[in-house]
């Protein structure tokens, strides 16, 4: 029985070692997508493109083996709530790579031209800035189950928040000059960070319920 | 035996009467959503607001009597597959009330001024009628798991992506005269249209894989 446990744990352990390489892979590819988006380089963006499909198989194969240990080891209580929720993490994660990959596409569509103009570079660098230091810290906190950066990343999520309130007050300034079609791909990518931050709190917020029983 | 097998295919009946419910919620706020959008109805657009927390917290129960049942009566094979897919579902429902929230938002955002300008109110009749219908669709899908049905939900998501891209091309369009603030306020609300659909799809498909093991 011991043994029986010890190899269970070793299951459970590689789950969680599994959402921190998807939230790894989800990292290199929103770091990747903003470079493409701020320095037009179409090559990352094809390569953020490429990699999703990655993504999405390994997130596949991690809810097939997760859904396998429930069948097989028919845990209770709180070990099955921890598996549900590996579920509901890798969605969110799969769904961070979806973002990066929307936000790559945008680069590409508007490839030679940069999609961002030069006076809004820097909000969406402290964006993507923001968005890698999230995702970082939500891997740190599947890792180790620390509540406490657990609600850091709530705080990160305001900060993007706050930046994207900020994009949009300049697209609807009345001196912006660059066009509606410019301002409808920016509201876009805007939006994308958002969502992505969005999903990396609802990671974070799902660990803080699983370690402490209550909603952050 | 029989008995506690009947017992247990009544709860699981249960669980795919609860999504058929939520689906109904979901199908009423959309409607909402919409007619509060097109007739500047801030009444309407603040009862999809309230009604968004009520559709949250019957999500939120049905998933947890979901892990209840996988808890007590340790499925195996295809009946643990049925009620991951159902929290699954649950989950694309849930995220469809949130995108009828965020329309009746911009509804409400815009009042008194209507959200959308006079040329532009067919689309969305459009985009309304097609979230609508793609959502009955939905709900019949879960109840009788007809996957000709599923199939009829993927063409009408085709459907709505046209109209997501007529709108798109109308507001890039140089004769485009109602500047960017409503421009940024269109591409949401098309957005919110997409991936309320998208969600749809994707409780679709999930009923086509568990029936026929075949993605659509």
């Not at 999405?56 to 396998?68: K, S």
């Not at 945008?106 to 961002?116: F, K, Q, T, Y």
């Not at 950066?149 to 912006?176: C, F, S, Y």
């Not at 876009?188 to 803080?208: K, N, Q, T």
Request: proline content about 2%; charged content about 25%.
């Amino acid at each position: 029985m011991a043994l029986i446990r010890s190899v269970f744990q070793d299951e459970l352990d590689g789950v969680s070692q599994s959402l921190v390489d998807l939230t790894e892979m989800v990292a290199a590819s929103i770091l990747k997508a903003t470079t493409s988006v701020l320095t037009c380089d179409l090559k990352l963006a094809e390569e953020v493109i490429a990699t999703d499909d990655h993504i999405d198989n390994f997130q596949h194969d991690l809810d097939a083996r997760i859904i396998d240990i429930i069948a097989r080891q028919q845990p209770v209580a709180s070990d099955l709530r921890a598996l549900v929720t590996a579920l509901r993490m890798s969605a969110d994660l799969e769904r961070m790579g979806d973002m990066s990959h929307h936000i790559a596409k945008i680069s590409r569509l508007r490839h030679p031209e940069p999609a961002v103009p030069q006076e809004l570079v820097s909000i969406f660098e402290a964006m993507g800035a923001a968005a890698e230091k999230i995702t970082n810290k939500t891997g740190i906190v599947i890792a180790t189950r620390d509540t406490e950066m657990a609600l850091e990343v709530e705080r990160d999520d305001d900060e993007i928040d706050k930046l994207h309130r900020q994009l949009i007050g300049t697209l609807v300034d009345p001196n912006w000059s660059h066009g509606v079609e410019t301002a409808i791909n920016l509201t876009l990518l805007g939006r994308y960070y958002e969502r992505y931050a969005d999903h990396a709190v609802s990671v974070s917020r799902r660990v803080y319920f699983l370690v402490t029983g209550k909603y952050a």
